[in-house]
DNA sequence: CTGAAAGCGCTTACAG
DNA sequence: CTGAAAGCGCTTACAG
């Protein structure tokens, strides 16, 4: 059942160092070398000892994906995002959850595997907070997703543009315009400043414009169904139609459409939303929204990180992606499209 | 910066194979000699090198924990007690997401740090609808948590009596019974059973008193906030008061009581509620609930496998946790205790 | 381009 | 009870 490269070595007919070669992509393998010996790993069903690599190697071929926990569908696709390209690079990834502080170092300071896996990617967080210097305490290159920081390479969105964006959509329809965002829990270690920068953008954009956007028309809530309803509802109570709502997640703006169909009101006509996400069901909920290249942005982060570990040294490297409006029926004013 | 055991056992005048002998818990170590090499390994700060453990001694100290990824209480509470102990043991754990089938195939498959871990411990699922023989394709040990099987020690809840107590506790209570419980998503690979059978053993007590519990009583939501909301509000919109309502889980037991205050009812007087899971929140709420152990199911969990990686080839074994009525003002029919 | 050999950091019979 | 030595499965200069 256990297969070593000596059994592989033997069947191709090289010596074992030939075999590692191949396994480590090596150029200074024959091509005809390099098939015979694939031809036998494969045929021997052989898979590599990691932690034999590891140790011989120094190498463990082993990133720490760092991240809260939760099932929503951002992370999800952020995860296959990172893993399907680390995979390319012949990587394994393992998922560390970020639970608690005492969590995270006791991660990084003992043997375990987020401390002695080569690198690090952290997800929705700047460290700021975390730690005053803004770094994790390790040795390990860290990259940063769906966040940044001047002293990690960072794959980010520019959310501050997301929110203008979706202000300016907003500013050209008639009615008046609500906001609704999110706010983290105070008393959790996860902080992201994704929210806080799509409301800024949306706030200046008004303020360059000159146009109304009382401060009075944003609400800020936890991150659930229930209270985006609630939020709609306190809307949709006080306001003349037509509304315009900026929904800071997808989420957040099925939530709209949904208290907006249960008055028997009518997206589009009566009440518009703007959410963020571009989550794959906003297209059949006809959902106008800021989209968000999540899995690319997440097979950027791998990259960037595989470079690290295959030596790169320069400097922390940012790599903003912008979102991009998509508009659909929920902001069209026009009487129903066809479909 | 890099220590290994060599520089330990030189500074405490020993050979590399009493190091390691103390690193394993070795009896035949003269407990003076121990103390000389734990004050050695405390001093330099000396981490040993996991995948070189690994790899001289065919084990990696290293579980790996498959769950669905969703940031409930519940499993916060279950990782704390896995972890908790497997450290104990001196096994470290990595989170492995079951977020789609071909995902679990190919952590069980490649070379994976899943793979190749001593052990896995499987949550919240009984692997029959995952594998028609009810067995994860692996030679490592597995054990279940928060779930059974009978090919794998499985540490579960009693979730059927968990049922039973509640009803008999609500059947004491006058006015209608209703229940809401929870279906999964039948689109996703996590199954569990636990919500149908907390209500099998629901209905169970009711069939065999022959107490009224009409089926159209018991509303099958989703697991969320606002599906909870809105079963309540069905209730509340039909029912005489007052009413009793057995909720599936604590989160839904609070969609109840926040939906009672708004409408000005009084729990305990016009609206029962019994929830399911005691987490820590739901004493101060004042919320009857079925408490369980949790914490305790991860601990034990992570010993048996535990037990299991250390030599110990029995026949599974089935850990069956009991839940216990936790009685507060929720189900209190007297008028306003003081508090 | 490739083989033989030394080495990675640990474990574990084997002697004593 | 403990040391010296072989070995785990791989990698990587070093020669050729």
Redo the contacts between chains.
Sequence with gaps: ?KLTIQEVAEKAGVGVGTVSRVLNNHKSVRPETRERVSAAMQELGF??????R??AGGK?Y?VSIIL????TEF??RL?SGLEKTLETHRY?S????L?GRERLERYLN???????SDGIVMASHNLGDLYPDGKLPT?QPVVIVDGNSCHYDSVYLDNELGGELAARALAALDGEKYAISVHQDLDTVFKTTVFQDRMRGFKNYFENNHTAMPEANIQTITF???NA?RATQHILDTATLPVNIFAAADLIAM?VIDETRARNLEIGRDVRVIGFDDHPWAKEHGLTTLHQPVEAMGATAAELLVERLSGYDGAPRQVRFEPRLIERRSTLQQEDSEI
Tied chains: 1, 2.
């Excluded at 393992?94 to 959850?97: S, T, Y």
């Excluded at 003992?110 to 002695?116: F, P, V």
């Design positions: 059942m898979i590599p000892n990691p932690h034999a590891r140790v463990s082993t809260q926990v939760v099932g992370y999800i995860l394994d393992a998922l560390f959850p639970i003992s043997s375990t595997l987020a401390y002695q040795r659930d169904l229930e309803r939530a």
